[in-house]
T-cell receptor, first 109, second 116 residues
Framework: GEDVEQSLFLSVREGDSSVINCTYTDSSSTYLYWYKQEPGAGLQLLTYIFSNMDMKQDQRLTVLLNKKDKHLSLRIADTQTGDSAIYFCAEKGNTPLVFGKGTRLSVIA | GAVVSQHPSWVICKSGTSVKIECRSLDFQATTMFWYRQFPKQSLMLMAT?????????EQGVEKDKFLINHASLTLSTLTVTSAHPEDSSFYIC????????????FGPGTRLTVT
């Protein structure tokens, strides 16, 4: 089946930029997503990118997509303590969303 | 944006009993709803996909007789965990899309089930 891989942990200092990386295997992916999950809560859609785009910027968030390498990244500028959460990469092709295991972002004040 | 609610947000039940979790789309019609299960510190595992008015499609390894899914209307899907056991304790999350396999899935806040 299709697979989505992410690093499990990332720790950054407040004010620095965070970059969370993701790779996927589904060549038919049409949309790729980033979700945020805070402790004990559901998923919050942060942003998404259509597969024919290379980059999308939304305020502090920048998504980069390298379709050839099937690599997706999420950059959070000026990371704040409120950004501490688990970030899930997900892809959608011909199947329902396939999620990565999530990257736990810890922001050190 | 579209809102999906779940009820209850948490539930504790005894082994052998059944528990029902509701998933509602509050301001849109959800032709397709998905049920996920999330173990601690792990990703979401898709359990089943349900389309309004038809039987749910279960993922491999998910017992359809244990996890009963009903999608009786365009705004409501229910997941019933029958004869619950402690290993069924988990975080259950539903999501919904408009118009079938739409590009966005809207997620509910999740239901934490603890079976004692």
């Amino acid at each position: 089946g299709e697979d989505v891989e992410q690093s499990l942990f990332l720790s950054v200092r407040e004010g620095d930029s965070s970059v969370i990386n993701c790779t996927y295997t589904d060549s038919s992916s049409t949309y790729l997503y980033w979700y945020k999950q805070e402790p004990g809560a559901g998923l919050q859609l942060l942003t998404y990118i259509f597969s024919n785009m290379d980059m999308k910027q939304d305020q502090r968030l920048t998504v980069l997509l390298n379709k050839k390498d099937k690599h997706l990244s999420l950059r959070i500028a000026d990371t704040q303590t409120g950004d501490s959460a688990i970030y899930f990469c997900a892809e959608k092709g011909n199947t329902p969303l396939v999620f990565g295991k999530g990257t736990r972002l810890s922001v050190i004040a | 944006g579209a809102v999906v609610s779940q009820h209850p947000s948490w539930v504790i039940c005894k082994s052998g009993t059944s528990v029902k979790i509701e998933c509602r789309s509050l301001d849109f019609q959800a032709t397709t709803m998905f049920w996920y299960r999330q173990f601690p510190k792990q990703s979401l595992m898709l359990m089943a996909t349900s389309n309004e008015g038809s039987k749910a499609t279960y993922e491999q390894g998910v017992e359809k007789d244990k996890f009963l899914i009903n999608h009786a209307s365009l705004t409501l899907s229910t997941l019933t965990v029958t004869s619950a056991h402690p290993e069924d304790s988990s975080f259950y999350i539903c999501s919904a899309t408009q118009g079938g396999q739409g590009r966005e899935q809207y997620f509910g806040p999740g239901t934490r089930l603890t079976v004692t």
